[in-house]
């Protein structure tokens, strides 16, 4: 993921094994991260605008407490 493919899905899109299973992945990463480390290319912040995008809710919210208590404890 970049921060480029966002917004243009069809640099990720001809390559999936499975659309919507990769969209919901990729909704669930923006909701629950500040940035992401992608395979190739730069560092990114995940800012507001991203988030509204993917109609962020308060159920990634919580998937996000979750996965940072995995990682705490």
Same mark, same amino acid.
């Given at each position: 993921m970049?921060?480029e493919d966002?917004?243009?899905?069809i640099m990720?899109?001809p &390559?999936?094994?499975n659309?919507l299973?990769? !969209? *919901?992945?990729? =909704?669930l990463?923006?909701?629950?991260a500040?940035?992401?480390?992608?395979?190739h290319?730069?560092i990114?912040k995940?800012?507001?605008i &991203?988030k509204e995008?993917?109609?962020?809710? !308060? *159920?990634?919210r =919580?998937?996000?407490k979750?996965?940072?208590?995995?990682?705490?404890?």
């Amino acid at each position: 993921m970049t921060a480029e493919d966002i917004d243009l899905p069809i640099m990720w899109r001809p &390559m999936s094994l499975n659309e919507l299973e990769q !969209e *919901n992945s990729r =909704k669930l990463i923006i909701c629950c991260a500040d940035y992401i480390v992608p395979g190739h290319g730069k560092i990114f912040k995940i800012n507001k605008i &991203m988030k509204e995008r993917f109609n962020c809710n !308060e *159920n990634e919210r =919580k998937e996000r407490k979750k996965l940072e208590n995995c990682f705490l404890n």
